[in-house]
């Protein structure tokens, strides 16, 4: 069973530039979270996704951002127009479908957005 | 809403000796706490997790940590740390239902010295 699948694992942008981040969560996870990490700080949540619904985009900045999780393939968090801001390094996680509380959440390798 | 504090932004210990990296939590019911570790430009692996059945935890690499409800403490320590520990390791905190997003702390870097 392969883990949290994220890719590019690195990805350059020049500003004003799209950077699109994909998300394969673990095989039977269908809740997806979407975390971003900026140097010397914990993870800030962003947004929470299950397949083709938004559940909880309260961490989302209100513009440039957004994210979809479909049906079918990837969970894509989508910055658009980059800034040099948005250089963070950028973690996805995906947890089954559990009521338990203390159910963890799977964490990808991250993606490294670089804005030049 | 729930939150946690990492009293330490940095430990520094010498191999073999104990480690101790404290967390403070705050939740208005009884929380759902877990410890991750990062290890550079890697991902997050779960060490342990709080799942009230008993108050002392047991996780990966030797690690544990005891839940204090009276403390609102969740430490994690490990009796001898080794050169491989040397990470960054952050507290969290789960919401009161199921799937809720994890609120993370901003982590303690904790460095080990031969």
């Known amino acids: 069973n392969a883990g949290v699948m994220q890719n590019p694992r690195h990805l350059v942008r020049r500003r004003g530039q799209e950077a699109r981040l994909r998300c394969s969560p673990m095989k039977g996870h269908s809740h997806v979270y979407w975390y971003r990490q900026l140097p010397e700080e914990g993870l800030k949540f962003m947004v929470y996704l299950q397949k083709e619904n938004i559940i909880d985009e309260s961490g989302m900045p209100k513009e440039r951002f957004s994210a979809e999780f479909p049906k079918e393939g990837p969970s894509i968090l989508r910055i658009q127009q980059v800034v040099r801001g948005d250089s963070a390094a950028y973690f996805c996680?995906?947890?089954?479908?559990?009521?338990?509380?203390?159910?963890?959440?799977?964490f990808g390798q991250g993606t490294r957005l670089t804005v030049v | 809403a729930q939150s946690v504090t990492q009293l330490d932004s940095h430990v520094s210990v010498s191999e073999g000796t104990p480690v101790l990296l404290r967390c403070n939590y705050s939740s208005s019911y009884s929380p759902s706490l877990f410890w991750y570790v990062q290890h550079p430009n890697k991902g997050l692996q779960l060490l342990l997790k709080?799942?009230?059945?008993?108050?002392l935890v047991k996780g990966i690499n030797g690690f544990e940590a005891e839940f204090k409800k009276s403390e609102t403490s969740f430490h994690l320590t490990k009796p001898s740390a080794h050169m491989s520990d040397a990470a960054e390791y952050f507290c969290v905190v789960r919401g009161n239902s199921g799937n809720t997003p994890l609120v993370f702390g901003k982590g303690t870097r904790l460095s080990v010295i031969a």
């Open positions: 709080y799942t009230s059945a008993a108050t």
């Open positions: 996680a995906s947890s089954p479908v559990d009521r338990a509380t203390n159910t963890e959440a799977f």
